[in-house]
Structure formats: structure tokens, C-alpha cells
């Protein structure tokens, strides 16, 4: 035992407790480690809240230190819909519609259709209008299709082919057209209202004229125009005092003359209109001045000046503005009106004309005026004549075509320009012709092998001869074809039918006289097209 004893150890060990506990000597507390310790985390705090569709976002910070922070999405609440409701009601072909609305947002909306009422499996197809979806030409098909307007199906149909035309005749500055199915067409200058189709527009496309009705002939006059219904009913449009419907007024539409009277052939001259019933009896109407071109004989006495009568006067022709017989009890085969003098065949064959004859136009050996019908030579088998502008052809049974009246531009064909024949000669001996028409200054006609010759002026192309100027005085073929089937001469301009239906023209076109949809001449034919 040491020199402390017992009791001294125990002195130094109640020592040292007392300098351990002492309050002065104590340890720093430990300070929290987020890392070594973890986060204690504080209540979450949203961000934003979730909409229906979109998320939301919360937050919540570590107690022990703010600066550490969680931020978490929170899911979308999604819609909570209400029922449908209609919003617009559906029709038998159109579609309404529905709505419903979310109970959580008024601007979350879903929509929906509501078929149509007509259903096409329960109540068949809801169709259209048929519509044209191929056009029908007088040598092809034509097509036609209507659609569902449901459900968009759709069925087809096929047009017949158009049919072909089969007559033309030319006018002053006009042109006009009739079908095998008794639709008429009309072209050209309309200042007068010569289409018919109630305006007085120009038009340089074929317009129809008078649809549902059935046409069996027209003629083309200088700014005026008749034709015949297959009823044998008479029609009459364009410029006034030559219609025959007891007025001088222009008509712009069809209007019939003299209702319950069945008429055989008509025909348009410049100023006048010849016309020839189912009995054969002749009638005539329009302007008889100056020269007597309608063939009645009648006059009227006119003073030099009415407040002296000691002057005396003249016997002018009178106008009728109906039509008036001319030779009661005669019969009458054809009739040709030109432009101030007539010519006709009788049911005997002979042939006979009247009106104005100072290029020797009437045939008779003169060139007087005659007011009244005069024989032509003592032959009796004329079958067709075409009275011009100052020139007449006609063509006998035998195919020989015959000309006389002036000779100006070579109209008349024999090769000359000049003068005047005055009498009936013939033109080109040994050919056979099958029709034949008189224009202005020039010529157009067929020979029995069907194919087309000119002659006269070639101005504006009217010959079709490919030639714009100068004049050709003998016959020349208009191209190598032999299919021509009818051919009328205008003034300026000529129209023709070929044996297929097709409809030609050429020559003057500032009107639109040729209808092939511009204004432009034509020295050679070009095809018409009418719908």
C-alpha cells in the first residue's frame, strides 16, 4: 500500500469526477447533418393545382434547412362529364350536333355528330339533279350522273348522241341552223332581234331558239328570220314591216303568223317574205318598194307635195304588213326571195319571177321591173331556184344548173366580171348539180357527187377557197370533200351542212356570223359547234 492509503485513493477518484462534471469544462452540442442525418420534411404546399387535364405541382422544405426543397407533380384530376345536350338539331341531310360539359371546368366540352334523319339503308338514296358529265356531240355519247346527297353514292346514265344537222341558212349578217330533231340554233348579229332568242345581243356562238318546240325548215333574210313548226305553223322574229304580223314593230322572240293556216314553205328576202301554203297557194308581205317584189301588183298614188297637188305624183308599190295571195288559183311548188325581186316554180315546173330586175335578175330578156309575176322561157321542168342579191341560179331536171342577172365579181360563173345576163344560161355544160344559193356577190352549190364549189368575190373569204381578195369567176372546189348536204350564201359569209351532221362556216365574222366562238374571218370552212 502506498504512501495515500485506502483513503487516498479514493480522495483522487472524487477528485477527478468533480473536474469532469464541472460546467465550465462541458462539450459544444452536435450540430444536424441533412446529408449524414436525412431531411426531416415539412408539410407539403401546392404550387399549382391540377386542372382536368393538366398536372399539378407541390412543394415541402426540410426543417433543418430551408434552402432543401422537394417539388413533385401531382396527378390531373380528370373530367367528371355531365350528359349530352343538342346543341343543333340534325336535318334529313345535314348533320347536328351534341355537346357535354365537365362538372369540374366549363371550358372542358367534348362534341359529337348526329347523323342525319335519313338514313339511306332504311329509306333509300336522297338523289340529286342529274348533271352532264360528259357532253353528247352528233358523234359520240354523252354522260350524265346524279349523287346521294346523303351518303355521296352516285349513279350514271348515258346521253344519246346529238342529232345532226341536216339545214342552214345565212343571212345578211346572221346564221341559223336546224337539227334532224327539230331543234333550231341561231347565230351572228341580233341588232334587230333576227336570233329570236329575246334579246339583241350579237352572239358568236350558236344559241337554241325557241327550246320544245320542233322545227321543220327555216330562212335566214337580211336582218330578219322565218320558219316553219312541223305543225306546218309560221313563225316570224327579227326586224319589223316584213314579218307579216300587221305591224311594223321589231320582235326579238317567235311570233306566228296568221294562227290556223298550215304553210307548205317559206322563204326571207332583204325587205320581204314569200310564203307558200299546203293548198300551193302563194302569199307575199313586207316592203314592195321601189321595185314591186311582191308580185300583188298594187300601188298607191303619191302627190310631189301634198300642199300642191298641181304638181301631180307617182304611183309608188304598196307594203303589207300581212300577207297578201299573189296569182289566186295558181299553184305553186317553191319560191325564192332575194333582195328586191322573187322567183318561183310553179307546180307545172315553169318558172316565173317578179320585182326588181335592173341586172336583168327576173331572166324575161329585159331589164324592166315587173309588179307582177312574168314567165321565164317556155321550159317546164325547173326544180329549184335561189334568188341573190342582184343575180339568180336555178337548177332543171336533168342536174344542169342555169344563172343570169349581173355578172359582177363572177357571181354568175361564166367567167366573166362584167355586164349583165339577162336571160337564162348555163353554167359549166355536162356537170349534174343538186342544189344550189345565190348570196351577195357570190355563189355556193353542190354537185349531185356531193361535193361543194364556189364562185364570185372572194372577199372576206366568203368562197371558202382560201382566198381573201380578188374574185374567181368559174366554179372552184372548197376542199377535196364529197360530203356536203346543204350550203346557204350570205352576204359576206357562207354555212354549210356535210351528209354527217356537222355544221360549217366561213368568210365574214365580225358579227359572229360564223358561231364558231370568235370574231376572227375565215377563208376556208371551220366547224360550228352547238351544244
Not at 350522273?145 to 339545214?167: D, M, V
Request: charged content about 20%; some cysteine.
Amino acid at each position: 500500500m502506498n504512501r495515500f492509503g485506502v483513503f487516498g485513493l479514493a480522495a483522487i477518484a472524487v477528485a477527478a469526477a468533480i473536474v469532469t462534471t464541472s460546467c465550465d469544462n462541458a462539450a459544444p452540442p452536435r450540430i444536424h447533418n441533412c446529408t449524414l442525418d436525412g431531411h426531416t420534411w415539412g408539410d407539403w404546399v401546392v404550387l399549382f393545382r391540377p386542372t382536368c387535364t393538366d398536372e399539378g405541382r407541390k412543394t415541402r422544405a426540410c426543417t433543418h434547412d430551408a434552402t432543401h426543397t422537394e417539388t413533385v407533380p401531382t396527378e390531373p384530376l380528370g373530367h367528371e362529364w355531365g350528359e349530352w345536350k343538342e346543341t343543333s338539331a340534325p336535318t334529313a341531310l345535314e348533320f347536328g350536333e351534341e355537346t357535354k360539359t365537365c362538372r369540374r371546368s366549363e371550358s372542358c366540352r367534348k362534341t359529337r355528330p348526329i347523323p342525319p334523319t335519313h338514313d339511306c339503308e332504311r329509306d333509300g338514296h336522297y338523289w340529286g339533279e342529274w348533271v352532264i358529265s360528259i357532253v353528247p356531240t352528233i358523234i359520240g355519247l354523252g354522260e350524265e350522273a346524279k349523287t346521294c346527297l346523303r351518303c355521296g353514292e352516285y349513279e350514271t346514265s348515258p346521253i344519246p348522241q346529238l342529232e345532226g344537222f341536216r339545214i342552214s341558212s345565212a343571212g345578211a349578217n346572221h346564221g341559223l341552223a336546224l337539227r334532224t330533231d327539230g331543234a333550231l340554233w341561231a347565230w351572228g348579229s341580233n341588232v334587230f332581234g333576227q336570233l329570236g332568242d329575246g334579246t339583241m345581243e350579237c352572239r358568236d356562238s350558236p344559241v337554241r331558239i325557241r327550246a320544245g318546240r320542233e322545227w321543220a325548215s327555216v330562212s335566214a333574210g337580211a336582218n330578219h328570220t322565218v320558219a316553219l313548226g312541223t305543225d306546218g305553223s309560221l313563225w316570224a322574229w327579227g326586224a319589223g314591216g316584213r314579218l307579216g304580223d300587221d305591224s311594223a314593230y321589231n320582235r326579238g322572240s317567235p311570233v306566228r303568223i296568221q294562227a290556223g293556216t298550215e304553210w307548205a314553205s317559206v322563204s326571207a328576202g332583204g325587205m320581204h317574205t314569200m310564203a307558200i301554203r299546203e293548198d300551193g297557194s302563194l302569199w307575199a308581205w313586207g316592203s314592195n318598194w321601189p321595185a314591186g317584189q311582191l308580185g300583188d301588183g298594187a300601188t298607191r298614188f303619191v302627190l310631189f307635195d301634198p300642199e300642191s297637188p298641181e304638181l301631180g305624183g307617182v304611183d309608188v308599190h304598196e307594203d303589207s304588213h300581212t300577207p297578201v295571195q299573189i296569182q289566186p288559183g295558181t299553184t305553186w311548188k317553191t319560191v325564192s326571195a332575194g333582195m328586191m325581186h322573187t322567183v318561183a316554180i310553179r307546180g307545172d315546173g315553169s318558172l316565173w319571177a317578179w320585182g326588181g330586175n335592173g341586172f336583168g335578175q327576173l331572166g324575161d330578156g329585159t331589164t324592166e321591173n315587173r309588179s307582177t309575176p312574168v314567165r321565164i322561157g317556155a321550159e317546164a321542168d325547173w326544180v329549184s331556184v335561189s334568188a341573190g342579191y342582184e343575180h339568180t341560179m336555178a337548177i332543171r331536171g336533168d342536174g344542169s344548173l342555169w344563172a343570169w342577172g349581173s355578172n359582177e365579181s363572177g357571181r354568175t360563173g361564166f367567167g366573166r366580171v362584167t355586164g349583165n345576163t339577162t336571160t337564162p344560161t348555163r353554167v359549166l355544160p355536162g356537170t349534174a348539180w343538186k342544189s344550189v344559193s345565190a348570196g351577195h356577190e357570190h355563189t355556193m352549190a353542190i354537185r349531185g357527187d356531193g361535193s361543194l364549189w364556189a364562185w364570185g368575190s372572194n372577199g372576206f373569204g366568203r368562197t371558202g377557197l382560201g382566198r381573201t381578195t380578188g374574185n374567181t369567176a368559174t366554179p372552184g372546189q372548197v376542199r377535196p370533200d364529197t360530203t356536203w348536204g346543204n350550203v346557204s350564201a350570205g352576204d359576206l359569209h357562207t354555212v354549210a351542212v356535210k351528209t354527217d351532221g356537222t355544221l360549217w362556216a366561213w368568210g365574214f365574222n365580225m358579227n359572229g356570223e360564223l358561231g364558231d366562238g370568235t370574231r376572227s374571218n375565215r377563208s376556208s370552212p371551220v366547224q360550228v359547234a352547238a351544244d
